[in-house]
């Protein structure tokens, strides 16, 4: 079993910046894909940016220029720096880990990011 934990959220003033931090620990073989993923309340869960083992990035077009998405895979750790946040990044961030193929089979229990206008 990998157990992902979460940190860094809280509540930030529209343009202001927060740094997310998510850490695996347990049983982990090797971690693969690895991203964050975000929900609003009434809204789906919606990706916001994922990076490979390599470190290969990919992110929402909602959040390209203002996220980015990092890993130290010495630590199992991946980060997701947030910039210039808006009202609408409001929600609870998840992360998320593969460790078969590209399938994100491990999830944290999520930290709430709240942006006031």
């Known amino acids: 079993q990998v157990q992902l934990i979460e940190s860094g959220g809280g509540l930030v003033q529209a343009g202001g910046s927060l740094r997310l931090s998510c850490a695996a620990s347990?049983?982990?073989?090797?971690?693969?894909?690895m991203g964050w993923f975000r929900q609003a309340p009434g809204k789906q869960r919606e990706r916001v940016a994922t990076?490979?083992?390599?470190?290969?990035?990919n992110a929402a077009d909602s959040v390209k220029g203002r996220f980015t998405i990092s890993r130290d895979n010495a630590k199992n750790t991946v980060y997701l720096q947030m910039n210039s946040l808006k009202p609408e990044d409001t929600a609870v961030y998840v992360c998320?880990?593969?460790?078969?193929?590209?399938?994100?089979?491990?999830w944290g229990q999520g930290t709430q990011v709240t942006v006031s206008s």
């Open positions: 998320a880990a593969a460790t078969i193929g590209d399938l994100y089979n491990y």
């Open positions: 347990g049983s982990i073989v090797r971690l693969n894909g």
């Open positions: 990076i490979t083992r390599g470190g290969s990035t």
